[in-house]
């Protein structure tokens, strides 16, 4: 499109000597495969009629040899059809092992963090998407030349630690820890927090004063204190690790709370002496944010000394800036933490923070009810732990291949694709409905269409082999549609990049699905009466859509199994 308003700009300039921005768009195909209105645009300047300069325009244009038609609607619209030989010439230029790649990074350093999940809780549901969305901004980022940085953010400090001490001692033990490890972690969580609300509300306080007590202790290194957390956490980080692998993603870091905290609390202090933090009559230490148009400040410490959410997200700043120098740090967290995040970013600037930070939020994943009704997915209604949604992927995807031959590989595959598909099938701010049926249709937008979309190119290119030497002279009139989508892959993933959209190429994987299933069919791509040269032809075009195929779904986490 670029290149096509590019033309249509110096005609303008070459018939008018004005410099005009053009602008396109894509109408019904009966009328072309452009359109512009710059006609309309440039009547009063030029003092002439729209239509005239349209017609003006239509006639410079193909003296080109670069249009099969040029036509002129209503008042001044110019509709642009194509010739589907210069087309395929324009794609094979540009096409290359790195097509859809870009530098608009330029070599830039991007910190991408995700999916920053709880310590010895079981891995859920809720950590689904900024893992999911989370890899497919590191992916896009680095196919248009950041240099990414990614690190897992882990909860492994503050109240929980303390909770969890409590619980394991009182209603825990070594042998139930050795049988079911975070899930009976998971257990003693719900369990403990459950007694210290029964116990607030009968006026004690027992429960509540060992859980800071062990807290404290963590803070002033204890070794008792040190070994529960770095028994509880050999046990979360081993299952984290495993789910991690399952879902196909990893990080560079795991750099947690507990890391940070430390720093964090020294931060606080020199914050207080240069008068950026103010203490309160509680001895809790806050940063006023009414400079950045924010009335609440930011708690950066409690009124006992405990550091907090902020103490050590200060502290992850500073860090990464004098150890990383980003030019970009993405936060891969859901839309509850909007306002922190706020006031996050607000503090940062006022301790001098140039670096872009990015709140990449995201939505709900909400179930339907047996009345129809929609509700957060939650453990009290169907799957919530990541293990338990995985393998029920794949017990769906052996009832999706029914009885064909697929390798328990391939039935991985395309439980994992179906998953973290339906994450992009619309802008990660909206809340996705996760349904069994629709996550699995092989008819619709969802992730093992479009893999079944690439399995059947990849099979008529394994049964057909390319044999350049038959190639020759093609018009590619039948290929058109799929040569045009083609060529929009590059400028999907530059934009897709910008705006850390990944659901952007998630529709543009599913549109080229459906427009290859429109081609098969209309055109036989290598039986029947097809020549050789048409052959050829085709299986050339087959063998850069399988590529796209393979390569956009990649930049989402999905890959492409050998049979379905």
């Keep these: 499109m670029d290149k096509i308003s590019l033309i249509i700009k110096q005609a303008v300039k070459k018939l ?13 195909a009966q009328f072309g495969d452009f359109a512009t209105n710059v006609a309309m645009k440039l009547a009063k300047e030029v003092g002439a009629n729209p239509r005239q300069i349209a017609e003006q325009l239509a006639a410079e244009l193909m003296t080109t040899g670069l249009f099969a038609e040029v036509t002129v609607a209503g008042p001044g619209f110019i509709n642009l059809r194509l010739l589907a030989q210069n087309l395929a010439g324009q794609l094979q230029a540009d096409w290359s092992d790195a097509f859809g790649q870009t530098s608009d990074g330029d070599g830039k350093i991007a910190v991408v963090e995700y999916p920053s999940p709880n310590m010895a809780k079981p891995y859920s549901v ?3 998407r900024p893992g999911n969305q989370g890899w497919a901004v590191k992916r896009l980022l680095e196919t248009t030349g950041w ?3 990614t690190d897992d953010h882990l909860g492994d400090y503050g109240a929980p630690f303390g909770i969890w001490v409590t619980g394991f001692l009182k ?10 490890g975070v899930y009976e972690l998971g257990r003693v969580y719900i369990q403990t927090k459950k007694a210290l609300k029964e116990e607030k509300e009968r006026g004690e306080d027992d429960l509540a004063s060992q859980v800071q007590d062990w807290l404290i202790k963590l803070e002033a290194s204890d070794s008792q204190a040190k070994a529960f957390s770095d028994k509880f956490n050999k046990i979360s980080l081993d299952h984290i690790h495993n789910v991690m692998a399952r879902m196909k993603i990893s990080t560079d870091y795991e750099l947690g709370e507990a890391f940070f905290a430390p720093m964090g609390k020294d931060i606080v202090a020199e914050l207080l002496k240069t008068g950026v933090a103010i203490k309160n009559d ?19 410490q409690k009124s006992n000394g405990a550091a907090l959410y902020a103490t050590t997200d200060l502290a992850t700043i500073l860090y990464r800036e004098q150890n990383w120098h980003p030019d970009k740090v993405v936060y891969c967290v859901g839309s509850e933490q909007q306002f922190y995040f706020t006031q996050l970013f607000a503090m940062a600037k006022k301790l001098g923070i140039k670096t872009e930070l990015y709140h990449l939020w995201f939505g709900f994943i909400d179930q339907l009810n047996e009345d129809g009704t929609r509700e957060k997915m939650s453990s009290r209604k169907g799957v919530v732990l990541m293990e338990e949604l995985l393998d029920q992927a794949e017990a769906k995807a052996r009832e999706v291949v029914k009885d064909r031959s697929v390798s328990d590989e391939d039935l991985k595959k395309i439980a994992l694709g179906a998953i973290k598909f339906s994450d992009f099938v619309a802008d990660r701010r909206t809340n996705i409905l996760f349904n069994w049926d629709s996550i699995f249709a ?21 049964d057909n082999p390319i044999q350049p030497e038959l190639a020759g002279e093609y018009d590619y009139e039948a290929e058109k549609s799929l040569i045009l989508k083609l060529l929009e892959y590059p400028e999907v993933v530059r934009l897709a990049a910008r705006d850390l959209e990944p659901h952007k190429v998630a529709s543009y994987l599913y549109e080229l699905s459906r427009e290859l299933n429109r081609y098969y069919e209309q055109t036989p791509v290598a039986t029947g009466s097809v020549s050789p040269v048409q052959k050829q032809a085709r299986l050339g075009l087959m063998q850069k859509i399988s590529f796209v195929l393979a390569n ?13």
């Design 171 to 180: 209603f825990s033990s070594d042998a139930a820890l050795d049988k079911d």
């Design 16 to 28: 008018f000597e004005l410099d005009q921005d053009i602008q396109l768009s894509r109408p019904d």
């Design 552 to 564: 956009g779904l990649s930049l989402l986490g999905i890959e492409v199994p050998g049979s379905m």
């Design 126 to 128: 809720g950590h689904l």
């Design 147 to 149: 240099k990414v940085i």
């Design 282 to 300: 509680d001895n809790s230490i806050i940063v006023p944010l009414d400079d950045y148009g924010i009335e609440v400040p930011l708690l950066v």
């Design 442 to 462: 092989l008819s619709g937008f969802s992730g093992p269409y479009i893999q079944y979309a690439a399995v059947r190119v990849n099979k008529i290119l394994s």
